[in-house]
């Protein structure tokens, strides 16, 4: 056990170290969802004034929509930073050694999480700064920042199994666009419940992004929302225990030493 | 003590009947048997795709094999997965390392991952920088390492754990002489001095010829010579001449005058014979080819080689055979099993 922990922890430093050793990795997924931020927040001012629109600071609103768009940059780092050492050889080189499967996972996913709470911290000083105040209070600053953790996690997960099974940084990278599509066919621009177009409502209503996104800002506009912190949760909770379960499926698969 | 005592065995490294089949690819591993003595330095000769990387993948268990069986450190390579990595070191084809991390990086998370004691993971780390010349690029990033620096760091990293066998794929391949030569007197120190068992896979005859105390000929996944560099070659005997005619449509002719002088080997640039009586028939040979008015552009005297070997073998060049094959290594995990 101390054994595996060992592992883990030198396993995710190394991870660490990798992710602020790549400066562009860092900066993108914190200042492209802010980017989308501030361009939303124009745009879709005049939202507020819809009948039934959960708030008035639009801001506040597309706040919870950097959480996600940041956690999909995770999905892409992660398992571009896999594929890497797989192309390199270096899995080769770790599995030559005692590691456990489930420690290069854990530990990989470790410079993930480091990131991911760094962007959340930029994204609520930011969103601070516009004006918006969390409607569930400090409290629900700290349940927000481990839903995010736990949206990063099964996110990168999901990078993980990409990169293990195609062993190609470029398959990884190109998983991207696709997650983009699931983002925008959401509930991010608009609640659910105002939605027009109705083959839309339909699609976002399906798409679990929708409640992720949903969860996050209950707990900045709404406060404590019961059903959509279940609902959150719950979806961030299966997507990650899949992911890591494909993730470590496939780890098994690749390493193939006996 | 039961691991000490395995390792001592006479055979640091058997294989039998090995097979490795690929569903979309020949059997790149054909029945192959080794034994490799404790102790020795071990030269695995062959162009590239001749099945040398798919072997040394099998050995150090991150390749199961098809069919056969094979022992490393007295371990069985299927059965043992974990006992094998605890007694080899290996230093793949490609140097294995993260451009992003430091030598002394590496080598401390090498250190730790192997679970040395924490109190030792610091000074091995330096005593490997320091053998292998990277004291001073310690703590500089592997990318802005050469090729030659990247292949020293990857031997130390093998070597981290104090492993008793040791597999080298290809350490010297794209390394300028300089960086080649001093690997070489690493390994023939590691060998003698330490009594590390040496498996070493390469293309290049000179290595096989200079540092292998016996070597393995493997082509098309098949051993087809193995021995004391100086058995093969004297396997092989006597010495060949090869002419070139400066006329290239005067081979035929060419040919039929060395035949007089003995048999017909395959040569690349012309036509080549083995020598009956060996090099005394030279002068014999130059007043045949005066005698007939055939111009010679080339005329040379091969003492025998490796290649020579490799080429009585099989009937092609060790050189022009690389082109053949496919390039083979850890690409070949990603190769479906049959």
Same mark, same amino acid.
């Given at each position: 056990? @101390?054994?595996?922990?060992?592992?883990?922890?030198?396993?995710?430093?190394?991870?660490?170290?990798?992710?602020?050793?790549?400066?562009?990795?860092?900066?993108?997924? @914190?200042?492209?969802?802010?980017?989308?931020?501030?361009?939303?927040?124009?745009?879709?001012?005049?939202?507020?004034?819809?009948?039934?629109?959960?708030? #008035?600071?639009?801001?506040?609103?597309?706040?919870?929509?950097?959480?996600?768009?940041?956690?999909?940059?995770?999905?892409?780092?992660?398992?571009?930073?896999?594929?890497?050492?797989?192309?390199?050889?270096?899995?080769?080189? *770790?599995?030559?050694?005692?590691?456990?499967?489930?420690?290069?996972?854990?530990?990989?996913?470790?410079?993930?999480?480091?990131? &991911?709470?760094?962007?959340?911290?930029?994204?609520?000083?930011? &969103?601070?700064?516009?004006?918006?105040?969390?409607?569930?209070?400090?409290?629900?600053?700290?349940?927000? *920042?481990?839903?995010?953790?736990?949206?990063?996690?099964?996110?990168?997960?999901?990078?993980?199994?990409?990169?293990?099974?195609?062993?190609?940084?470029?398959?990884?990278?190109?998983?991207?666009?696709?997650?983009?599509?699931?983002?925008?066919?959401?509930?991010?621009?608009?609640?659910?419940? *105002?939605?027009?177009?109705?083959?839309?409502?339909?699609?976002? #209503?399906?798409?679990?992004?929708?409640?992720?996104?949903?969860?996050?800002?209950?707990?900045?506009?709404?406060?404590?929302?019961?059903?959509?912190?279940?609902? &959150?949760?719950?979806?961030?909770?299966?997507?990650?225990?899949?992911?890591?379960?494909?993730?470590?499926?496939?780890?098994?698969?690749?390493?193939?030493?006996? | 003590?039961?691991?000490?005592?395995?390792?001592?065995?006479?055979?640091?490294?058997?294989?039998?009947?090995?097979?490795?089949?690929?569903?979309?690819?020949? /059997?790149?591993?054909?029945?192959?048997?080794?034994?490799? =003595?404790?102790?020795?330095?071990?030269?695995?000769?062959?162009?590239?795709?001749?099945?040398?990387?798919?072997?040394?993948?099998?050995?150090?268990?991150?390749?199961?094999?098809?069919?056969?069986?094979?022992? %490393?450190?007295?371990?069985?390579?299927?059965?043992?997965?974990?006992? %094998?990595?605890?007694?080899?070191?290996?230093?793949?084809?490609?140097?294995?390392?993260?451009?992003?991390?430091?030598?002394?990086?590496?080598?401390?998370?090498?250190?730790?991952?192997? =679970?040395?004691? /924490?109190?030792?993971?610091?000074?091995?780390?330096?005593?490997?920088?320091?053998?292998?010349?990277?004291?001073?690029?310690?703590?500089?990033?592997?990318?802005?390492?050469?090729?030659?620096?990247?292949? /020293?760091?990857?031997?130390?990293?093998?070597?981290?754990?104090?492993?008793?066998?040791?597999?080298?794929?290809?350490?010297?391949?794209?390394?300028?002489?300089?960086?080649?030569?001093?690997?070489?007197?690493?390994?023939?120190?590691?060998?003698?001095?330490?009594?590390?068992?040496?498996?070493?896979?390469?293309?290049?005859?000179?290595?096989?010829?200079?540092?292998?105390?016996? !070597?393995?000929?493997?082509?098309?996944?098949?051993? !087809?010579?193995?021995?004391?560099? +100086?058995?093969?070659?004297?396997?092989?005997?006597?010495?060949?001449?090869?002419?070139?005619?400066?006329?290239?449509?005067?081979? +035929?002719?060419?040919?039929?005058?060395?035949?007089?002088?003995?048999?017909? %080997?395959?040569?690349?640039?012309?036509? =080549?014979?083995?020598?009956?009586?060996? $090099?005394?028939?030279?002068?014999?040979?130059?007043?045949?080819?005066?005698?007939?008015?055939?111009?010679?552009? $080339?005329? $040379?005297?091969? $003492?025998?080689?490796?290649?020579?070997?490799?080429?009585?073998?099989?009937?092609?060049?060790?050189?022009?055979?690389?082109?053949?094959?496919?390039?083979?290594?850890?690409?070949?995990? =990603?190769?479906?099993?049959?």
């Amino acid at each position: 056990m @101390v054994i595996l922990a060992d592992q883990i922890y030198l396993l995710a430093r190394r991870s660490v170290v990798r992710t602020l050793r790549q400066p562009a990795n860092v900066i993108a997924p @914190v200042v492209f969802p802010l980017m989308l931020l501030a361009v939303n927040s124009g745009g879709l001012k005049a939202e507020t004034h819809l009948p039934g629109f959960p708030t #008035t600071s639009i801001t506040a609103f597309i706040l919870a929509v950097p959480f996600i768009q940041g956690a999909l940059f995770a999905t892409m780092n992660t398992g571009t930073d896999l594929a890497r050492d797989i192309q390199t050889g270096f899995l080769s080189r *770790l599995s030559l050694t005692p590691m456990r499967g489930i420690a290069l996972l854990v530990g990989q996913l470790g410079g993930t999480v480091t990131l &991911g709470l760094l962007q959340a911290a930029v994204y609520i000083a930011v &969103g601070y700064a516009a004006g918006v105040r969390f409607a569930s209070g400090p409290l629900g600053v700290l349940v927000l *920042l481990v839903f995010f953790v736990l949206v990063v996690l099964a996110f990168g997960a999901l990078g993980l199994f990409a990169a293990l099974r195609t062993g190609s940084g470029e398959a990884v990278q190109s998983l991207f666009p696709a997650f983009f599509v699931f983002l925008f066919i959401s509930s991010m621009a608009i609640p659910r419940n *105002l939605m027009t177009v109705h083959w839309f409502q339909v699609a976002a #209503t399906a798409n679990p992004v929708s409640y992720l996104i949903e969860g996050v800002r209950s707990l900045i506009v709404i406060g404590w929302d019961a059903e959509a912190l279940a609902l &959150g949760f719950g979806i961030a909770v299966c997507v990650a225990a899949v992911a890591i379960s494909l993730a470590a499926w496939s780890l098994h698969d690749r390493l193939a030493r006996s | 003590m039961h691991r000490l005592a395995r390792v001592s065995e006479q055979h640091a490294i058997e294989a039998a009947s090995l097979v490795r089949e690929f569903k979309k690819g020949p /059997r790149a591993v054909d029945h192959i048997d080794l034994a490799v =003595a404790t102790g020795e330095i071990y030269g695995f000769l062959g162009p590239n795709g001749a099945g040398k990387s798919t072997t040394v993948l099998m050995l150090t268990t991150l390749l199961p094999p098809t069919s056969g069986s094979a022992r %490393v450190g007295g371990f069985d390579v299927v059965k043992d997965g974990p006992e %094998v990595r605890k007694t080899i070191g290996a230093a793949l084809q490609e140097a294995a390392l993260d451009p992003l991390l430091t030598g002394r990086e590496h080598l401390r998370l090498q250190a730790s991952l192997q =679970a040395l004691p /924490r109190h030792d993971r610091g000074p091995r780390s330096d005593e490997l920088l320091e053998r292998v010349g990277l004291t001073e690029a310690a703590d500089r990033k592997v990318r802005g390492y050469s090729g030659g620096m990247k292949r /020293r760091l990857d031997l130390a990293l093998a070597l981290v754990h104090r492993p008793r066998i040791l597999f080298l794929d290809e350490p010297t391949t794209g390394l300028d002489i300089q960086s080649r030569t001093a690997l070489w007197g690493e390994v023939r120190r590691l060998a003698k001095d330490d009594g590390v068992t040496v498996f070493l896979t390469t293309q290049y005859l000179e290595e096989a010829d200079v540092l292998a105390d016996r !070597v393995g000929i493997i082509d098309h996944g098949r051993i !087809v010579a193995e021995g004391t560099p +100086a058995a093969l070659k004297a396997e092989i005997g006597r010495p060949t001449v090869e002419v070139v005619p400066a006329d290239p449509t005067e081979e +035929a002719h060419a040919a039929s005058i060395l035949a007089r002088f003995g048999e017909p %080997v395959a040569s690349v640039r012309g036509v =080549a014979a083995r020598l009956r009586t060996g $090099q005394a028939d030279l002068a014999e040979i130059v007043r045949a080819f005066d005698n007939e008015g055939l111009a010679v552009g $080339q005329l $040379q005297l091969h $003492q025998p080689s490796l290649d020579d070997v490799f080429l009585f073998k099989t009937g092609r060049s060790l050189e022009g055979a690389d082109d053949e094959g496919e390039e083979e290594g850890l690409g070949g995990l =990603a190769m479906e099993p049959a």
